[in-house]
């Protein structure tokens, strides 16, 4: 229970007054305390026994803010674990900056007690967060009835390794592995890479375009449509730093460069859950 303070009613109460003294005593504490917000004069002089409370301090971080990428917001600064240094996150993406704002450090932190990578640690969260938050309807999927693994893959229509992949499909599958599709064209917008994404998600079957377009067959390029999800893939595997295809992110936001071997793939992934345990 929170003591406001001893009321005129409590103590009217305490007394055991008759009803008219309480309410008289509660009309002229009420009278007084209109008297004194209608004349400040009025009002009773400050207790100097009682600390008047300091100021909050400003946020450190707003100043810091002015030394980042534009866009970057208060709170993709947080403090990090060594005392004085701020961790800075766009995307995936982590680096640290010393609260002076005097040095920045792009790099991986360690424990050294534990040998954890306290960096990767952050940046396997933030993938998981940014792939979980795209519906896989926004996706293009190849996979068995009961899969084991799932991956999420950024991939170039005309990639040589993508397409290697691609040609594996069936082997994935076989060994329990289910393939998640994002566009990611590495030459950028208005080039034939994106256009044939374009083209492929707006094929009646998908899949199939995806598979003809990887096989190099000729594509209809006129044959685009409205909402594609290209540019928002693109710029949502540029947050989590893939730089080139096919660029693999498993399901504990593990991230794996470049193709792989399917029986490799498969064992890979499994030394990364292991790690994890």
Known sequence: MVRIGRSPWKFALRAKAPLTAVALIICTAALSAAASAADPARAPAADPARPVPAELPADPRVALLKRLPAGSKVEDLQPSPIPGIYQFTQGADISYLTADGKYFLDGNLYDMESRDNLTEALRVRARMALIGAVPESQMLIFGPKNPLYTITVFTDVDCAYCRKMHSEMAELNRLGVRVRYMFFPRTGPNTDSWKKAEVVWCSPNRNEALTRAKTGAQMDMSKTCDATPV???????????????????????????????????????????????
Do not use: F
């Open 231 to 277: 540019a928002r893939e693109y710029a949502l595997g540029q947050s989590i730093g893939v730089r080139g295809t096919p660029a693999i992110v498993t399901e504990n936001g593990d991230y794996i460069a470049g193709y792989m071997p399917p029986r490799e793939l498969v064992d890979e992934i499994k030394d990364l859950q292991l790690a994890k345990r």
